[in-house]
């Protein structure tokens, strides 16, 4: 799911949170879309390019282009799988524990974690309706990731 339809579905629940939690929810907000600065390092050191504007027009355009194929009919021009520290199952697991201890943290994990399920759902979307064109590019578990990388290293 692109940035902006994070910022924008993240301040909408932000404005409904913000007479029950008042500040607390502009962390809810600022973590439902922060969550993707690791797209952002995942690219500056992929091309050695550190321009922001630059990294949101790749995946803004990757996304558009991916999508025009998917219509097409074929698939998705992306194999590569990614693996986003913030978006891992673990992170996510970490952050909720440590939400116990600080009600600053769970309202980040609650941001975090909302994001996530966003991205889930925009996916389990795109598989419905474009069934198996969809590719897996992402993986949600570190230990997973690195299992999987170790064995085509081999």
Known sequence: MLVSRHVIIS???????????GLYSILFFLSGFLIDV???MEYAIANKDVNLFNCL????????KNIKLLKAGKAEEEDKIYFHIFHSFEFIILLGVLSFFSKILFFVFL??????????????????????????????????????????NR
């Open 11 to 21: 301040f909408l629940i932000a404005l409904v949170l913000y007479p029950f939690f």
């Open 38 to 40: 690791d797209h952002y």
């Open 57 to 64: 027009r790749f995946f803004n355009e990757s996304s558009h």
């Open 111 to 152: 941001g975090v974690l909302s994001h996530v399920l966003l991205d889930l759902v925009n996916l389990a979307y795109l598989k419905a309706k474009f069934g198996g064109k969809i590719r897996r590019t992402r993986n949600y578990s570190a230990i997973i990731f690195f299992i999987e990388r170790t064995r085509l």
